[in-house]
Structure formats: C-alpha cells, structure tokens
C-alpha cells in the first residue's frame, strides 16, 4: 500500500472524514468505469459506487494494510454489486445487452474527426453489447484484467479466489468474448503484432 | 478444430503468461495451424479493444454524495468503552495484573533457582569438599607448600579420597594419575543423537530413545509438468543420492493413458517394456498400474522424468497427469512386486561391480534342464538388459498371474543389475475422488 493512502486512511481513522473525502475522489474515477462497464447501468453504478464507499468507510478500521486500498475497495464495490442484484434484479442487466442496446454512452466526446468518433462510439457499444452478453462472472474478469489492467494476484484477491480460478475463468471469458464478437465486425481487420497475415 | 489444450495456450499467451518452452509451442502451433492463428488473432484484437475503451469519468457530484452520507453511518474511530471493573475483590480496579505479575515473579524465582543449581550446584559441591581438605602446609621459610589434590567431580563421597594429614611426615601430595594435576577433569563427551529417517522408515524399526533427533523427511511433491525445470531435476537427484530404491507415484485422469507416457516416455530412454494387462473388460477400467525397471541410473531416471513433463507439455495431445509423489521405496512395495513377479526383485540387493565374478557354479549345474528347454521350447533368450515391465496392480482382481509370458520374458530378460542402477517402480493411479 502506498504512503499517501496509509496516512489518508491514518487521518480518517482518526475522525478526519476529509481524508476520507480525498481517498473518495482519487479513487471515484476508476471505480466507477471499472462498476460500469460491469452494470451497463449508469445509475445503478452510481449507486454501487456509493455504496461501496460508505461501506468501506465503516469498515476501514478492519482493513489490515496488507493489500493495496484500491483492490480492498475494488472487492467491496464488486460485492455490493453482487447484494444491489440479489436485491433488486436490476444490477447486471443482461437483457439490455441482450437487445442490442448498452447503458453505457459510446458516444466520445472528445474526438475532433466526426468521422474516426463514429468509428469509436460503434466500437464501444459492440464491444459494451458483447460483454452484457457474457456471464457476469466473466464479465468481471476481463473487465479488471484487460480495462483496468490488474494482474492475476490482484483479481485473485479482489475477487476473493485462488489465481487458478483466475487463470481459467479469464481462459473461458476470453473464449466466449470471442464467440459473441463475430470475426467481420468492425475492428478486426486491423494487423496484430506477433501474427503474421 | 483445436483442442482445449491449444485454446489454453493460446489465452496465457494473450494474457501474457507463456513461459519460453509454451511461446515456442505457441509459434508452432500458429504457424501449422490456420485455424489457430485466426483465432489467436481474433482474440488478441478483442483484448486490444477492451484496452482501448474509453473510461468513464464518474459524476462530479459522487463525492459530495458519498460524503453527505458519511455522517449518517456509523462511525468507525468511536471513542472506545472504558473497561468494566471487577466488582469486588482484591484491587479490584487492578483486574488480574497483580495476579500476573505474582505468578510471573514466582516463575522466575523457581525458574531462577533450578538454573543456579544446575550450573554451580557441581561447583558449590566442589568448594565444601575443598573445604574438607586441608589447608596448603607452610614450610619453614613461611611459603605455601602446594597440595596437588584429585578431586573428582562425581557427588558421591565415598569417591574423594580422604586425606590422612596425621600420618604423613610431610606435607602430604595427592599425586593424580593424569599428567597434568592442573588439567580440567575429564569431560565425558555424550554420544551423538541418532537420526532418524522418517520416510525411509527402516531406521524407525529400532527403538526410539529420548532426544533423539527426528528430522522429517518429506515426499517429493509437484507436478508432472514441472520435472523437467532444473530445480525438480536438482531435488531428484537429491533424493536418490540419500536411498538406493524409489516410487514414483503418478495420478492420472485416465490411468491407461497415463501408463502409455509413461511406456513412450521409457522407451525414449531404451527400455524394453514388458506390458500385461487384464483379460476382463471390467478390470480395464482405470486400473492402477505398476511400472517396474532396475535399468536406470539415477541420472537416466532424471531424464525419464523430463521425457514425462515433456509429454505432459506436448501441444498437440492432452496432459496424462496431475501431481507426482516421489519416496524411497518401502517393504510393501518389494512384497508386492515379489507377488506380481513370483520372485523376489531385492530392491536394495547391491549391483554386482563390473569384472567381478559371479559365484563359481559347477560345470554340469544346471545343464540338464536347460537342454530340456531348449530342445522343447527352443534356445533361452538371452540376457539384454534395459528391461521393464508394467502390470496392473489394483484391485488385485485386475492382476496377472505371475506365471504370465510377459512376466516370464521379463525377468529372463532383464539380466545382473548394472552399476549405478536404481530400482524405480512407478505406480499410476487414478485421481482421487
């Protein structure tokens, strides 16, 4: 864990929610695309997010240190999804993915060319669709391995299971990613280094 | 249509994960297979995807919502309850400390008193039997006569020589027998504690006796695919230099299978394999099976067990094999081979040195019946070495008799063990569960 979350995580012990109010905003960003991209749902990942919060600030007094703050709050943000589901049924929404249809805003608005945006926004929302339309479980793993880049350590460990389990369930994610996302579909001619055409 | 096997190669090597021996399987398998490399393209593109997608930023208004609802849930540095006294009672406000304290100084008294007789009680002996002794004589020149006195550090009494002052003329010398009356006494060395091998378990037939080490020797656990890593092979041939014979335990999903890695991977190294099986089709079902040579060497062992983990790492065919058990080899196991064999295989009978001459025989011994064989069933083969053979071994329903022809041609086959070898007997059983 790194110095500046220790003594964050020191002060909001200590009964300065402030910093606990820092902790909150250096992690919101990646938190929320990480819960989104696994919800499709905007609103319920909002929710998700702030509720993952809130519950780790009750509980940071039982957070031992020995893992990295973010994957501890990683796991916790993956099991108040995992309960908002149970509760509600609305939380991973797979027939929204189903439809065709994603909860997630491809458009970007960032790009300047009209035309390479269109491309972009029609990738993100096949690539959205084709993970609404896998199990969740996989949904998961390949969100935290190849968007928010963990290792398998760390996803062992938010997720609470043993590497191995990691290593087969991202094997059998991969291979259903692959079966939802037809070979002709926009991005695949693109050249791959290390396969040769 | 690849395997699961391949499918598996080709996600670690998306993931990044391949270690050199799998990159290389991986760029063959790319390059024989077309299938393979559009689906390992396909899967890398999907990955670059899911890499490029663009990161949602959360809503500004997260934080403050997480932070208004802070104050409403429970706080987590809560000033902490004093804690309840002990009604009654001596100091009650003390608790238990001064009990703790009390007990803790007792100990250390006792503790403290057993230590200072253990180390000075010999020496607070020694000084009252000096002080039993008389005192150094003083000549007529007023210096101290030197009394050279044997004193033995043995408590009884009745071994310190008792000085006769009066019926001296003169200031009495105890003479000592050893050379040197200002040497130490002699220390009585205590032998050394035996050790004990708890896996090769022969040692643990004698008796144990107090304080005596017992370090545990541990099996050699792992799995198949690794053997052939150079820290495997380094632990195997630690293991076989500390005993003569060994079992390798296998566990395979399909233990016919696994058995033939195991003949292919022997026959690689030479072997001749002598295999047998059950006539009943009901025993053939995932039987366990005994594999038996005495013609490897340790190192040649070695290189079996890296033809294994090579098989186990084939691209193109299914890992046999999960984890592997090596131990020295026990009675049991020479009791069972002497049934499946119907002779004794003397697993830790000694190789004969080479150029050293067998017992003489006489000249006629053995003569007759070997011309009757060889006039009804032809010449004997000759002895060839490098010989090995594989049985079913449980259930024993599943078993040969030992009067089976493969048997037979094992061991007219198999020849004085050379030099070096280790018996091995590998055993491939089913997974448990």
């Not at chain 2, 050199?20 to 390992?40: D, M, Y």
């Not at chain 2, 000592?176 to 006494?185: F, G």
Request: hydrophobic share 40%; aromatic share 6%; charged share 25%.
């Amino acid at each position: 864990m790194n110095a500046d979350d220790r003594r964050l995580i020191s002060d909001a012990l200590q009964g300065r929610s402030a910093a606990f109010g820092e902790l909150v905003l250096r992690y919101q960003d990646r938190l929320y695309n990480a819960v989104l991209r696994v919800t499709d749902n905007p609103d319920d990942a909002l929710d998700v997010v702030q509720d993952a919060f809130v519950n780790a600030y009750q509980s940071l007094k039982s957070f031992k240190g020995d893992a990295e703050f973010y994957t501890w709050l990683y796991r916790i943000a993956f099991n108040t999804a995992v309960s908002l589901k149970r509760k509600r049924r609305l939380v991973v929404s797979l027939d929204a993915g189903r439809d065709g249809e994603s909860g997630v805003d491809p458009e970007d608005h960032c790009e300047d060319r009209p035309g390479v945006a269109l491309q972009r926004s029609e990738d993100e929302a096949l690539l959205q669709a084709a993970l609404n339309r896998i199990s969740a479980e996989h949904r998961i793993v390949l969100v935290l391995k190849d968007i928010e880049g963990m290792k398998y350590e760390q996803i062992a460990e938010v997720l609470g299971v043993p590497i191995g389990t990691i290593r087969s369930r991202l094997h059998r994610a991969r291979l259903e990613l692959r079966d939802v996302i037809s070979p002709g579909s926009a991005a695949q001619d693109s050249p791959v280094e290390g396969v040769e055409n | 249509m690849l395997t699961e096997a391949q499918l598996e190669l080709l996600t670690a090597a998306v993931d990044g994960v391949l270690p050199a021996p799998q990159e290389a399987a991986l760029r063959r398998l790319i390059a024989a297979s077309p299938e393979a490399k559009a689906t390992f393209r396909h899967l890398l593109q999907n990955q670059r995807r899911l890499k490029a997608a663009r990161r949602h930023a959360a809503p500004a208004s997260l934080s403050k919502a997480v932070m208004a609802r802070l104050p409403a849930s429970t706080v987590p540095f809560a000033t902490p309850a004093k804690p309840a006294r002990v009604a009654g009672g001596f100091l009650p406000h003390l608790g238990w400390r001064p009990y703790a304290v009390a007990a803790s100084l007792f100990f250390a008294v006792v503790m403290g008193s057993f230590w200072f007789n253990a180390v000075y009680g010999d020496a607070n002996t020694l000084s009252a039997q000096q002080k039993s002794l008389p005192r150094p004589a003083v000549d007529t020149d007023g210096r101290e006569t030197t009394i050279v006195v044997a004193i033995a550090l043995d408590r009884r009494p009745e071994v310190l020589p008792s000085p006769r002052l009066p019926a001296l003329p003169n200031p009495p010398t105890y003479a000592d027998s050893r050379p040197n009356p200002k040497a130490p006494p002699e220390l009585v060395v205590a032998p050394r504690p035996h050790t004990y091998d708890v896996i090769g378990s022969r040692d643990m037939l004698t008796e144990l006796k107090p304080r005596d080490l017992i370090p545990v020797r541990l099996p050699f656990l792992g799995s198949v695919g690794d053997l052939d890593r150079a820290d495997a092979q380094a632990q195997l041939a630690q293991e076989m230099a500390r005993d003569s014979a060994f079992r390798l335990d296998l566990f395979a999903k399909d233990t016919t299978k696994g058995l033939e890695s195991v003949v292919t991977a022997a026959k690689a190294l030479g072997l001749t394999v002598h295999q047998d099986g059950p006539s009943d089709d009901r025993l053939k079902r995932k039987p366990t099976w005994i594999f038996y040579t005495e013609s490897l060497t340790a190192e040649e062992i070695g290189k079996f067990a890296a033809e294994l983990a090579a098989q186990e790492k084939a691209p193109d065919r299914q890992p046999a094999f999960g984890w592997f058990h090596f131990v020295p080899a026990q009675q049991a196991e020479q009791r069972d081979l002497r049934d499946l064999l119907g002779v004794d295989p003397g697993l830790w009978k000694k190789p004969m040195k080479s150029g050293a001459n067998p017992t003489p025989k006489s000249a006629t011994g053995g003569t007759l019946p070997e011309v009757i064989t060889t006039l009804t069933k032809g010449p004997l083969p000759k002895p060839t070495g490098n010989q090995a053979i594989a049985l079913p071994y449980l259930p024993h329903a599943a078993r040969v008799p030992a009067s089976s022809s493969k048997v037979k041609a094992f061991l007219d086959q198999r020849g004085d063990r050379k030099v070096g070898a280790v018996p091995l007997i590998v055993v491939v059983k089913p997974l448990p569960g």
